[in-house]
Each structure stands twice: as structure tokens, then as C-alpha cells.
């Protein structure tokens, strides 16, 4: 009996063997397949709340995007926070990479207005020191005025709807009354009674009456030239932030947050947590993410070449530093010339205001009132003596046009608006086509993976093999991965905003495209706008002084004006005089000790 027991024994001992076996194997099998790295990962990266990540893999889950056959780590609430998720993730990056750029338009943005700013001080006060060394009669009376254009020029550079012109005209209004008054006239208050009507008068008639020559018209014309460069480039870096701001909080598709799920999450549940994603995969799925961002490239290509074009119009060849050096001299020359032609003025206004003088009007021009400051030269070199010298009357008038120009910049201004605007240009080329690039910065780096073994979106592949589409909406019609039904309505209007604003500022400045490359610096300009070495007598001052702070380009350019001008002034005097001027007596003689020989040739 035992004999016959014995061979069941052995087939039923064979048969728990092998059902111990196949346990065992499935136990190593849910190990294998447990969802311990999925929760490890969805805790790191903080997708939601880790109770909702199972302990094991589901076999019946009912899931809207990462569907897939066989055991899933995945439910529909983690679905919901992977879509959070994802979202917050690639805003994030979008905002990391757009970030240099966004502050290098805010950043350039304050600088070049501190230094607008700086510019409009510094003229300022270099008129206020003329009005008060060399008019002061008129200076107190003056300088309320002089701080209101300067006020109004401020504004206008930032972008405030102020009309330099009108500006420009309005202070000349203003300073009629007190030119009349003090330097055509000087005691007619003393002799009529002086009111407001006199001094409206005057100002509404000051155009008309044309006292100060062309001297208004061309400060206003310059003015309005080199600062509306400087405010359109103000405005274009507004805009610029704008855009970006737009950028950086963009809305994303329900298409687009579920190409970017499966691209991203979709792998973890089945328990690959380390795979990347294959990069032409990951291009589609972010240039269907960014189809409308994208669309912005043209318009900002355009944008970026007329920020160049601006900055070039307004430092390139120191436009707006010049014309604010500009402003003390055109004031200058303007009060010269009311002097000069004061007789015909007073007859004018008499007549049309009906003022008098009380006292009968020589038409010989009256003596300017002058006042000759410690550092202005009186006289002229021996060897620039004329034989035949100009009536004292005349030397009087020339004293005060004698002053010279510090020459020898501050070493430590190591930025002027040429290196600044030099250093904004030089990083603006790396964002023309940022738009155009960013899926691809996007998809580089650690995200995504170019060897063998990658995610594909449904699987680990070698490779991704479907069709890698282009940039903008109309690229994304082939796109297998994310489809894209309509343009996003925010950054359409952001589009069409950008391109309005190209077109404005095209139409304002017509002659941009005209605008010449700067030329290389030259061999005594570095790029700190520091100059070579020079001794005191060839011109140069001390560092400290006020005007060393302007490159000496900028400073040589206004010298060379002056002096034509100054040779304009002596020949006005010469033919008022009735003077013969002979070989000995040439202008080219007539040098100034302020005016070293390098910059009058």
C-alpha cells in the first residue's frame, strides 16, 4: 500500500513546488512593479498631495491622458495635478529664460533715462552760469523760466505729451519782456509805467517781432530731433516690457497641457521616472504649446532693428549731448542778436504796442551788458595782435564770448550715453529671434535626451520618427503631437499692438533705415569714452571741471561751432562798425586763448 502512496506523494509534492514557484515570481513581479519611485518623484518635484499616489500598480484605472496597456502608478487625481504641475513648470522656464532679457530692457530703460536726466542737469546749469556771470540783470528774473523748459524737456523724455517746440518758443516768450527791458532798454522801467500788459504784449508779439533772429527755430529744430530720438527709444523699451509681460503669463490650451502631461508625467506611470524625452518630440510638443508666441518673431525682429536704428539717431554721432551743449549757446547768440538790433526792435514794439521810451533811440546798436568772470581771457595773444585793433566798444562785447572749454575728460566717468548705448546694442543681438528660438531653448539641456532610449510620448523608443514641424500657427497643422485651433487672443492683440507701434514709430522718424553704422572708435576714444593723456597747454583742463564730463568728441564738435560762430559774430561787429578789414586784420587772427589751434583747423 505504502508502495502505491508513494507516487502521489511525489506528484502532489511537485505540485506546491511549482505553485510556490509561480507565487514567489508573482510577489518579485508586483515588487518589481510597485509605485515607490513614482511617489518618490511626485514628492521631489511637488506636484500635489502624496496620498494620491498609489502603493501598487492599478490594473482597472480609468485614465484621460496617460492611457496606456497594463498596470498604471497613475489615477485621474494625479492626472489633475500633473496638469498643475506642468503648467507652473513650464511658465517657470519660460520665465527663467526670458528673464535676462526682460531686465536687460528694464534695466537699459532706467539708465538711459538717469542719464537723460544727467544730460538736462548738466545743461541746465551751464545756461543758468551764463544767464548769471554774464547777465545777471537778467538772470533772477531768467532762471524760473530756464527751470520750466528744462522741466517741460524733461517730460518730454519721459514720455509725457509736451511739444519741445512749443517749449522752446514759450521760453523765448518769457524772455522777451526781460530782454526788452534790461538789455535793449535797460532803466525804461523807471521811466514809464511798466504792467502786465507790457509784458504780454511783448510775449504775444515776440514771434511776430522775430527779436532773437532764427536763434529759436534752429535750438527748437535740433531739440526736437536729437530728444525725439531719445523719448521713441523710452517709449520702445516700454513697449518691449510689455510684450515680455504678456509672454511670461500666457495661457496654455487644454491641447497644449496635455501634449505637455504626456510628455512629461506620462512616463512615471509606468513606474520610468528617469526616461527624458526624445527631442524632436519635445519640439513639437512646445512649438504647439507656443504656436501664437512664435508669431511675435517677425514683429520683433523689426522691433529689435529700430531700437538699433533709435539708439544710432540719438547717440551715434552724440545728437543729443550736442544739443544740450547746444542750448547755452543758442540762448547766447540769441541775445546778441536782440542787442545788436535793438533800435529796430524798440521802433517795432513802440509801434505795435504802443510803448516809449521817454528818450530818443540811436540807431546805433546798444553796448551788451557783460560781466567778465576770473577764468575768461581778456585779451588777445601777442601773436594774434591786429595792427589795427577793434574799438573798445566791440572788445567789450567779445570779452565774455573768450571763456574756454574744458578739454580733458574725468577718468573715472567711465559712461557716457555712447557706452551706454554701445553696451545695450551689443546685448540686444542675442534676443532678435528670441521668439523664434525659445521652444528650442526649451527643449535643450537636461530635458530632453538625443541618444538611444527616449520617450516618444507612448513608449521607449531609440528614436522619434514623426515629423518634426516648424515655428507659427500655420506650421502646426502637421503637427501629430498638440493640435492648435485658433491663435491665443492675448498675444494676438499683443502682436498687433507690437506691430502698430513699428509702423508709428517709422512713420515719426521716417529717415531710420538712412541711418549710418557708427563708425569704429577712434584712436583716442576707448570704450569707456576716456581720452589720451594731454597736457594743460594744449588745452586741456583740470578734471574736476563741470564740462570734463562729456567725452571729448562730444566737446570737440561744439568747439568747432563755436568758433565759426564767434567768426560769424566778429564779422556782424566788423560791418555794424564800418570797419575796413585789411591783411593784418584778418578773423583768422583773431584767436582766443580758450580755443586751442587743434580744433579750429
Request: hydrophobic content about 35%; proline content about 5%.
Amino acid at each position: 500500500m505504502s508502495r502505491g502512496i508513494c507516487p502521489r506523494v511525489n506528484s502532489c509534492g511537485s505540485f506546491w513546488i511549482l505553485s510556490a514557484v509561480i507565487f514567489a515570481a508573482h510577489l518579485i513581479d508586483v515588487d518589481a512593479y510597485s509605485c515607490h519611485e513614482v511617489k518618490t518623484a511626485f514628492q521631489l518635484r511637488q506636484v500635489g498631495p502624496l496620498h494620491r499616489v498609489p502603493e501598487t500598480p492599478g490594473t482597472d484605472v480609468d485614465l484621460m491622458i496617460c492611457k496606456h496597456q497594463g498596470p498604471s502608478c497613475c489615477t485621474r487625481k494625479m492626472e489633475e495635478s500633473y496638469q498643475l504641475a506642468v503648467k507652473r513648470e513650464t511658465l517657470h522656464n519660460i520665465q527663467s529664460y526670458s528673464y535676462e532679457l526682460e531686465h536687460l530692457i528694464s534695466g537699459h530703460s532706467d539708465a538711459f533715462q538717469d542719464m537723460f536726466q544727467y544730460l538736462l542737469s548738466f545743461s541746465q546749469g551751464h545756461l543758468s552760469s551764463l544767464l548769471e556771470g554774464t547777465y545777471p540783470s537778467l538772470s533772477r528774473h531768467a532762471l524760473p523760466h530756464v527751470n520750466q523748459l528744462f522741466a517741460s524737456l524733461s517730460l518730454y523724455l519721459r514720455g509725457a505729451n509736451v511739444s519741445v517746440e512749443a517749449s522752446v518758443h514759450q521760453f523765448f516768450n518769457n524772455l522777451f519782456p526781460l530782454v526788452y527791458t534790461r538789455l535793449i532798454n535797460p532803466g525804461i522801467e523807471g521811466n514809464m509805467m511798466v504792467g502786465i500788459e507790457m509784458g504780454d504784449c511783448l510775449r504775444m508779439i515776440r514771434q511776430d517781432v522775430n527779436p532773437f533772429g532764427s536763434h529759436p527755430a534752429v535750438m527748437a529744430q535740433e531739440m526736437d530731433e536729437a530728444l525725439g530720438a531719445g523719448r521713441q527709444l523710452g517709449l520702445a523699451l516700454e513697449e518691449g516690457l510689455e510684450v515680455m509681460n504678456a509672454t511670461e503669463h500666457v495661457s496654455m490650451s487644454k491641447e497644449c497641457v496635455k501634449g505637455l502631461v504626456k510628455m512629461v508625467y506620462c512616463s512615471h506611470c509606468r513606474g520610468l521616472t528617469l526616461i527624458k524625452p526624445c527631442v524632436g518630440y519635445c519640439l513639437n510638443v512646445m512649438r504647439g504649446c507656443l504656436a501664437s508666441v512664435s508669431e511675435l518673431d517677425q514683429p520683433w525682429r523689426r522691433y529689435t532693428s529700430l531700437l538699433e536704428q533709435l539708439t544710432h539717431a540719438m547717440a551715434g554721432h552724440h545728437s543729443l549731448e550736442l544739443a544740450l551743449l547746444g542750448v547755452r549757446d543758442h540762448v547766447n547768440e540769441a541775445l546778441l542778436y536782440a542787442q545788436l538790433h535793438g533800435p529796430l526792435i524798440t521802433a517795432t514794439v513802440d509801434k505795435v504796442c504802443g510803448l516809449s521810451t521817454g528818450a530818443p533811440t540811436s540807431m546805433r546798436p546798444t553796448s551788451p551788458e557783460v560781466t567778465t568772470s576770473s577764468v575768461t581771457s581778456t585779451s588777445l595773444p601777442p601773436s594774434a595782435a591786429p595792427s589795427q585793433s577793434l574799438p573798445e566798444q566791440w572788445q567789450s562785447q567779445l570779452a565774455h564770448l573768450r571763456s574756454s572749454f574744458p578739454l580733458k575728460p574725468s577718468k573715472n566717468n567711465k559712461h557716457n550715453l555712447r557706452t551706454l548705448s554701445r553696451e545695450f546694442l551689443m546685448y540686444l543681438q542675442r534676443y532678435k529671434s528670441f521668439f523664434a528660438a525659445l521652444p528650442e531653448m526649451l527643449c535643450e539641456g537636461d530635458n530632453v535626451v538625443d541618444d538611444s532610449t527616449c520617450w516618444s510620448g507612448e513608449d521607449v523608443v531609440e528614436s522619434y520618427t514623426g515629423r518634426v514641424v516648424g515655428n507659427g500657427l500655420h506650421a502646426q497643422r502637421q503637427n501629430p503631437e498638440v493640435k492648435v485651433r485658433s491663435p491665443n487672443p492675448t498675444l494676438a492683440e499683443v502682436k498687433e499692438r507690437l506691430e502698430l507701434f513699428n509702423q508709428e514709430t517709422q512713420e515719426k522718424f521716417p529717415k531710420l533705415g538712412q541711418m549710418e553704422a557708427w563708425d569704429e572708435l577712434g584712436s583716442g576714444e576707448t570704450e569707456e569714452g576716456s581720452t589720451t593723456d594731454c597736457d594743460d597747454e594744449d588745452g586741456c583742463q583740470a578734471s574736476g571741471d563741470a564740462l570734463a564730463e562729456f567725452p571729448r568728441s562730444v566737446l570737440k564738435e561744439g568747439m568747432t561751432a563755436r568758433y565759426y560762430a564767434e567768426r560769424e559774430f566778429i564779422t556782424k561787429l566788423m560791418n555794424s562798425a564800418n570797419l575796413q578789414r585789411t591783411d593784418s586784420l584778418s578773423l583768422s587772427s583773431l584767436r582766443f586763448d580758450g580755443i586751442p589751434a587743434s580744433l579750429t583747423k
